[in-house]
């Protein structure tokens, strides 16, 4: 804050001394964006890294690398005119976040000396009080013009709409701007208005001009969609170094998104330059730019810079992780919630078929999600690591439940693509692979002995309290996880024929721990939203003829068992009449069922138990008739649970 007055008092100095015509004026700007709480260093798959991969020199990050990586910087650069900027959401991603609520980010950051920051969506996660207790502890100006505290929120005035620091004689105005859905993908609370991005820098710019500074760099957390078409055109904006979406600019990295710096034309008649670097501590951003005497930017070259194993760790810092690390391990062992029973997550059946943790994570998703718009959760079976057993439930189990550090993903997708998605995911199932889609908030029926691409035999999305077929012209808004909608696990549908998508929500398995939390004791279940249509099925014709004799010639014991197992399996009868057509009236446990035409099994199972593949318990208390000859009219006896 100190630095924000002094900026003030500067910049009315040069008021009074403007005018002077300088020669061309060299800026280096270092800037990160969305940290996301990476305080230990990452693995290739920006989860926190093993000791292991620590020793195969396979990490990257980490504040301790960032820090050495930003003396390095200011080392080579001693002497010049620099500037390290941060483009927001610090928050959200670590355990670190999840125990100490932004007081360690603040800690680490103080200690980089950032000039600047504007806040991200996710510092408003924990609502105001979270991103009031980060604002006590830093020591450097928090820039963000587009945020508007009212006289009651915890805020106070400590977010500036901009900030002018001077370097070599010169005064650069920063303006910083957050996402303008910030109140609907986080939780500022009611005391703190989000603002338009454009209107409120175009106001800050404004401000910055009067005081007589012409060399403006926008500070945003908006996205690189919206810096290129939208900020970087705003009048006497010179440079916007942006964050949101993660995205990394490069003239050489494959994975990069565009160019470094990315050139976009102002309507003043000259080019400004967008950077973003990435996230998770995994780059730094550097860019230099030459400004004329007009503050015009003139030239803009860079390239971020890879925080790999090459950058040995910071050892006060390690060190001090290390410590800060402790209490960590205790939240670990934190309960969190109750569940009334063990939450199968095992990958036989999450990766094959409607399982239990399968719904809790699709339900806690949607959960989320749903004021948002949401209606449709998709998530793959191989993302769930772990079955829990019945009773208190630790934060670390749910960590072994969800290891990855994943996020929420939301977007709008059209009917025919999500069931190109559902194809993908039920594309693989012999081979066990993960991507087998769990739902929430959808119905679907597969035929696993299909090829694979036309194993969905139906599909129906939840309208308010009914279930209609999916429509394919329809758009549907759907939630995922960040893996799957960047096309992991084949789910490429989701990165090309998305839209409006947001991908860093909430990390999962701190949606997961929340919506344990909010329905203790957590009873688990199934209730048929998949449905396997080779299940052992009624041979409607046969058994109608043969009604009378059933019971006695068709007993062959072994044999008939063994074919239900078979069908169920494999071996599909080509009657099969999949889950559609089922006995109207759903038999509860504990009691008789006649049967009719069409009835399964599997399908008096899942009407009865809300699991289908409890289909045995059935077949064993009625002597195992075979399956696809249930005689119609006679009665079978539903066992209780
Ligand atoms: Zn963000």
Redesign the pocket.
């Given at each position: 804050m100190t630095i924000f007055r002094t900026g003030l008092l500067a910049a009315s100095l040069i008021v009074l001394s403007g005018g002077a015509a300088f020669a061309d004026y060299e800026l280096d700007i270092l800037h990160i964006n969305?940290l996301h709480s990476r305080i230990e260093a990452i693995n290739a798959f920006d989860s926190t890294c093993s000791a292991e991969e620590e020793g195969k020199n396979e990490c990257f990050g980490g504040v301790a690398r960032l820090k050495t990586a930003i003396d390095a910087e200011r080392q080579a650069l001693s002497g010049r005119n620099v500037l390290l900027l941060n483009a927001?959401?610090n928050f959200q991603g670590s355990l670190f976040y999840t125990t100490y609520k932004g007081a360690v980010e603040a800690e680490f950051l103080n200690l980089m000396k950032f000039d600047a920051m504007t806040v991200?969506?996710?510092e408003f996660d924990d609502s105001e009080d979270g991103l009031a207790t980060f604002l006590d502890k830093v020591e450097f100006p928090v820039v963000t013009a587009n945020v508007a505290a009212g006289a009651s929120s915890k805020l106070g005035d400590r977010i500036k709409p901009f900030v002018v620091i001077e370097r070599g004689g010169e005064k650069i105005g920063i303006v910083g701007a957050v996402?303008n859905d910030t109140a609907e993908i986080s939780s500022p609370g009611d005391n703190v208005l989000i603002g338009d991005d454009v209107a409120d820098i175009t106001a800050a710019v404004g401000e910055l001009k009067k005081q007589g500074i012409d060399k403006i760099v926008a500070l945003t957390?908006v996205?690189y969609p919206r810096d290129l078409a939208a900020i970087a055109k705003i009048p006497d904006v010179d440079v916007v170094v942006g964050?949101?979406t993660h995205t990394l600019l490069s003239n050489t990295a494959d994975k990069a998104e565009g160019p470094y710096p990315t050139l976009v034309d102002n309507p003043g008649g000259y080019k400004v330059p967008v950077v973003q670097a990435g996230a998770y501590s995994k780059y730094l951003g550097k860019l230099k730019v030459v400004f004329d005497d007009a503050g015009v930017v003139r030239q803009a070259t860079g390239e971020p810079v890879l925080i790999d194993s090459a950058f040995k760790p910071d050892e006060a810092v390690a060190a001090r992780i290390k410590e800060l690390a402790g209490p960590i391990e205790e939240l670990k062992n934190k309960i969190v919630a109750e569940t009334a029973a063990p939450v199968d997550g095992s990958r036989e059946t999450c990766r094959a078929a409607e399982c239990q943790m399968g719904n809790l994570v699709a339900d806690a998703i949607l959960d989320r999600t749903k004021d948002q718009g949401m209606t449709i959760a998709v998530t793959n079976g191989g993302g769930l690591r772990a079955s829990i057993d019945a009773g208190p439930v630790s934060m670390g189990e749910v960590l072994s439940i969800l290891p990855f550090q994943n996020t929420v993903a939301t977007f709008q997708l059209k009917g025919s693509d999500l069931t190109a998605a559902l194809e993908n995911g039920l594309g693989q199932i012999e081979e066990g692979a993960g991507r087998f889609p769990q739902v929430s908030g959808l119905k679907y029926t597969f035929d696993k002995t299909k090829p694979a691409g036309s194993r969905l035999v139906s599909v129906e999305a939840k309208e308010g309290d009914a279930f209609v077929p999916l429509d394919p012209e329809k758009t549907y808004g759907v939630a995922s996880n960040n893996y799957m909608r960047a096309g992991g696990d084949g789910y490429s549908v989701f990165a090309t024929a998305a839209t409006n998508a947001y991908d860093?929500g909430p990390n999962l398995e701190v949606v997961v721990a929340d919506y344990l939390a909010a329905h203790r004791p957590y009873t688990p279940y199934t209730d048929g939203r998949i449905a396997e249509a080779a299940a052992p099925a009624a041979e409607t014709q046969a058994t109608a003829e043969t009604a009378g004799e059933a019971a006695s010639t068709e007993t062959a014991p072994a044999a008939g068992a063994e074919t239900g197992t078979a069908a169920r399996s494999a071996e599909t009868p080509a009657d099969a009449t999949g889950g559609g057509e089922t006995a109207e009236a759903a038999t509860p446990a504990g009691g008789k069922h006649v049967v009719v035409r069409g009835d399964t099994l599997w399908d008096l199972a899942r009407e009865a138990y809300g699991d289908g593949t409890l289909w045995r318990r059935i077949s064993e208390a009625n002597g195992n008739p075979r399956p696809r000859a249930l005689a119609i009219g006679s009665e079978l006896e539903i066992p209780a649970r």
């Open positions: 969305d927001g959401d991200g969506n996710h996402a957390h996205g964050g949101h860093f």
